[in-house]
């Protein structure tokens, strides 16, 4: 198998220190960067003469870079690629001009799981938390509609679903397996109106609720966003998180969005700001998926 000639980290990327002495394997010589970029310029001059880079969520990688890095043949993202809209990296300036850009999904989603479940029995059951209803209720019976279906959304639905949730969900398109395990989908609309908890999976920068669909979700449920972003319109989400009568769930701050720092410390918010998907597993299993892809580049 080919080599690179020289291999850049750039800032914090999160490889294991196994998958990190593996890398030395892939490139005649490998420079390490502790810290972000803090210009253009700079990361010009950190990339350098490498023909191969890896990056995660930052620094942004534009066009305005790329074409001034003319060794550059490779980038690898160690972090999940949903769509070349959402990529910190230009991937079509990339792709016209001889750079190959590869990215990795779904190694967090056990995680999220986890967090999910976590939460709603904090919530349902009262434990160190303000109690959903007077008394405590179980996932059992639970009306839980999932705003985008994806991997993790699948595999959350799953798990509630053995602990006798009533799953729907909505989707781009039904999907055939799921309709057999009985779950079903559901128009947005209708979704929101019979959720009593309502989890949005949704790519990085989809935002699908706005005042329109807050009107269908109405007073009383629960919210939980396991989106890397936001996944509703700013204004809408304040204003119902607003209502006491509501609770709004997220791992990180970055999936509220803006108005974080206005509604942290409010008694119907859960958020521990901390990526329930990253965990010691998920850290393994992005980087064998980061080095496949490296086998995958040199092997072309």
């Keep these: 198998m080919m080599k690179f000639?020289?291999?850049?980290?750039?800032?914090?990327?999160?490889?294991?220190?196994w998958a990190e002495e593996k890398l030395s394997g892939y490139a005649s010589?490998?420079?390490r960067y502790s810290t972000l970029p803090e210009s253009e310029d700079e990361l010009v001059g950190m990339i350098g003469d490498a023909d191969a880079i890896l990056v995660r969520t930052q620094p942004l990688v534009p066009a305005s870079v790329l074409s001034r890095c003319p060794h550059l043949k490779y980038v690898g993202m160690c972090c999940s690629l949903y769509s070349k809209e959402s990529a910190n990296v230009d991937i079509d300036y990339a792709e016209k001009h001889g750079i190959t850009v590869y990215g990795?999904?779904?190694?967090g989603d056990k995680g999220v799981t986890e967090f999910v479940v976590y939460s709603l029995v904090k919530v349902?059951?009262?434990?160190?938390?303000?109690m959903w209803r007077k008394r405590p209720k179980e996932i059992t019976g639970l009306r839980i509609g999932f705003v985008g279906f994806g991997t993790s959304g699948q595999m959350t639905a799953r798990l509630l679903k053995t602990m006798g949730a009533e799953i729907t969900y909505y989707a781009r398109s039904a999907?055939?397996?799921c309709e057999k395990e009985g779950m079903h989908y559901r128009p947005l609309d209708d979704l929101l109106e019979e959720s009593e908890v309502i989890i949005s999976c949704l790519n990085k920068g989809v935002i699908l609720l706005h005042d329109e669909e807050f009107s269908h979700i109405g007073s009383g449920k629960i919210m939980i966003n396991t989106s890397i972003g936001p996944a509703s319109d700013m204004t809408a989400l304040r204003r119902w998180i607003l209502d006491d009568s509501n609770t709004f769930i997220s791992d990180t701050a970055a999936g509220i969005g803006d108005i974080y720092q206005e509604v942290k410390d409010r008694k119907n918010v859960l958020c521990?700001?901390?990526s329930a998907g990253m965990t010691e597993e998920a850290y393994d299993l992005m980087s064998r998926k980061v080095l496949d892809?490296?086998?995958?580049m040199l092997s072309m």
Excluded: T
């Excluded at 990795?104 to 190694?107: E, F, G, P, T, V």
């Design 5 to 17: 000639r020289k291999l850049a980290e750039i800032g914090p990327i999160g490889l294991q220190p």
């Design 29 to 31: 010589e490998i420079i």
């Design 104 to 107: 990795i999904r779904d190694y």
């Design 124 to 130: 349902l059951h009262g434990y160190d938390w303000p």
């Design 175 to 177: 999907k055939e397996d």
């Design 272 to 274: 521990p700001d901390a």
């Design 293 to 296: 892809n490296i086998e995958r």
